[in-house]
């Protein structure tokens, strides 16, 4: 997939004014695609981060977004929501901690889209089952792009990763096979579809574009090379 026209809806400004890695924006919507969510289903974005995406699913997709995040504030959020022209009632800012388990009902998701932040918390074997799956309702499907791996190096680091990131860093990306493995764990959940995303290059391309500093300082690995040994993983489950 190589076309956004979801994501393309953003000023380029704005998107790089807001993202905080890869381009959310087309991750999410190459992990969205051919994906049936009823408009107005309730969903979780888990790890909003600044809300972008959560914009995109409610004003794109018709959804009822959370958005979930520990580290952004609800009010500057919401102050973005509206700016964007998002009506209230279709998306909500919440403070949590997803690591601790999320302040909501049980069965209470339609469905959950989580952009590059499911390695930072999914890593713990008992954190599916207990901390995710109890929000979601049964036959809901949970989707994830999650920042990997070709074939894990952690016993070889690569210099070309090594010029922007450390080993404690790189622990947090793993390729399918251990994704596979660690879902593979957690009961009453089964993997629909589990894919590398073809717009990874692209993603990364507009990242590094932006003038912020963590951007500057993952350029070091993306111009070394990095690219040729990461991916993006793209995860549909399906609750039981």
Known sequence: MNNFPKADSFDI???????????????????????????????????????????????????????????????????????????GDRIHPVKANAAEGLPFDQDFFDAVVSIDSYH???????????????????????????????????????????????????????DMAWWRNMIGQTSRVSIEDMHQMTCTREAWADWIACDNEYAQGDRAAVEAGALEYLNTIAVTLVKD
């Open 13 to 87: 400004n704005l998107v790089r004014s807001k993202i905080m890695g890869p381009n959310p924006l087309k991750l999410c919507e190459e992990l969205l695609h051919g994906a049936n969510i009823a408009k107005g289903s309730r969903v979780c974005d888990l790890g909003s981060g600044t809300g972008i995406t959560s914009v995109m699913l409610a004003r794109e997709y018709g959804l009822d977004v959370y958005a979930v995040d520990l580290w952004s504030d609800p009010d500057e959020n919401c102050a973005f929501f509206r700016e964007m022209g998002v009506p």
């Open 120 to 174: 930072y918390f999914g890593r713990d074997s008992r954190y599916l089952g207990e901390r995710l799956l109890p929000y979601v309702k049964s036959g809901g499907r949970i989707y994830l792009s999650i920042p990997g791996m070709v074939r894990d190096c952690h016993d070889a680091l690569l210099a070309c990763l090594l010029a922007s990131w450390d080993p404690e860093q790189l622990e947090y990306m793993h």
